[in-house]
């Protein structure tokens, strides 16, 4: 119940990763921008002083005059502190350090293998999510045992393995998984749409479509405007600007990291007919590895970024100066909104308005009927008051579901494999990865690269994995 009295409560947001120095301040500046909500941030972090940086500035934000949302942030030193009677969870952490991510994505290239993100599909995803996992469960008891009435919201990948564990560990949890690809791909849409029509100031929220699929590896079997059909507008742009591909207006792609022509979906939607709906860094490693991440060449050619872990951490570095400006008052944060759907949705879970959007849950509602019903997958949802309801989207074509299979299989086996623990799931998940498949690594190369990388996140694991690695 969010409502008192014919009044609206004081929320109560438990932030598991609450010293986030990135998308906290995204978050908060959205809370600051509405005037419909208030009440507590209970910001967790196991970087207490992270966390505490972040209740300075996020204090200090809601003191401004030009800050409508009234809300206070406090910093908790344990889960059942931070969870204990909260209405919300949010959780978004960063699963190890960079320096285990340096492994994921980059040890992997001495067999060929080239990671665009690392954090989702591939060997990478799959190692971090075997850290990822046990943290999950963690979190998943400690809102069975604090919070169960509580909503979950994640933004921590890999996506579908982490709301996946969530209902694996406590099945009557309400939690789902929030990711802004689509959104990113809906912009792309209304981007051509104004160069094609002359018609200028579309919303992007405007631009309707169905969404089936899993996370970053999304398709839309339809997308519309208004009463226009952008299917065949999509199509025609294509043929006439395939080779310099499409980029989205004010987007800074000079960073090479991030750069996205957006040529691997229009690629997609050539071979498969539909609209692949998130950015093609994350496109091309649920691809075979020999198609767009054959090699650095390749990826250029294709016009997307590789984003190394080199990059990541200078911009940590530049993010923890931002946060010391901020914590000392010598930085204020803009009061612009961010285009996350967050807070509109935590809106209509109170009942404040009804909204539809993409979202991750599992599809036991069969919303996409021709997957697994044990798949977490991603669809059009309508959220209101105290409910979300899947929206029915229909069967994905043979061809992509043909595409999709491998990567819900290797869910189902990673899962299991990070919870028991089980060498041989997850060689299994290497043997049948589509990127590792694509290069054509041998057995003993696949088990090598495996047993390295297990060792190189072994503190964030179970003692068991040691003989477990050494058995295959």
Known sequence: MFFENGKMKELQIAYIGGGSRGWAWTFMTDLALDPQLSGTIRLYDIDENAARANETIGNRLMSRPDAKGGWKFETKGSLREALTGC????????????????????????????????????????????????????????????????????????????????????????AFGCCH???????????????????????????????????????????????????????????????????????????????????????????????????????????????????????????????????????????????????SGEEALDLEPTGEEGILLIKALCGLGRVVSNVNIPNTARQIPNLPERALVETNAVFERDHIRPIYAGEVPEAIRALLLPHIENHERVLNAALHPDAGL?????????????????????????????????????PEWFAAIARI
């Open 181 to 327: 690809e689509v959104f990113g791909t809906q912009k792309v849409l209304k981007g051509i749409y104004e160069e094609e029509s002359g018609e200028k100031g579309v919303d992007w929220h405007d631009i309707h479509v169905n969404v089936l699929g899993i996370n970053h590896f999304t398709w839309f079997s339809s997308a519309s405007y208004r009463n226009v059909d952008l299917f065949p507008l999509y199509r025609d742009y294509i043929e006439r600007h395939f080779d310099e591909g499409y980029t989205v207006e004010g987007e800074n792609w000079l960073n090479a990291s991030f750069r996205c022509k957006n040529r691997v979906k229009m690629d997609l939607f050539r071979r498969f007919g539909a609209i692949a709906a998130a950015g093609d860094r994350h496109l091309a490693e649920f691809m075979p590895g020999d198609e767009y991440l054959r090699d650095p060449e390749t990826v250029q050619r294709w016009g997307f970024g590789l984003t190394t872990v080199a990059w990541r951490k200078e911009d940590l570095g530049k993010r923890l100066a931002r946060s010391r400006r901020l914590v």
């Open 426 to 462: 997850l060689l299994a998940a290497f043997r049948t990865d589509p990127l590792l498949r694509g290069r054509n690594c041998t057995e003993e190369e696949l088990r090598t690269l495996l047993r390295d990388m297990v060792r190189n996140t072994s503190k964030y694991l179970a």
């Open 87 to 174: 209405d919300f969870v949010v959780i978004s952490i960063l699963p190890g350090s960079f320096e285990e991510m340096e492994s994921d994505v980059h040890l992997p290239e001495r067999l060929g293998v080239w990671q665009s993100v690392g954090d989702t599909a591939g060997p990478g995803g799959m190692i971090r999510a075997l850290r990822t996992v046990p943290m999950f469960v963690e979190i998943a008891e400690a809102v069975r045992s604090y919070s169960p009435e509580a909503w979950v919201i994640n933004y921590t990948n890999p996506m579908s393995l982490c709301v996946k564990t969530l209902y694996q560990v406590f099945p009557e949890i309400k």
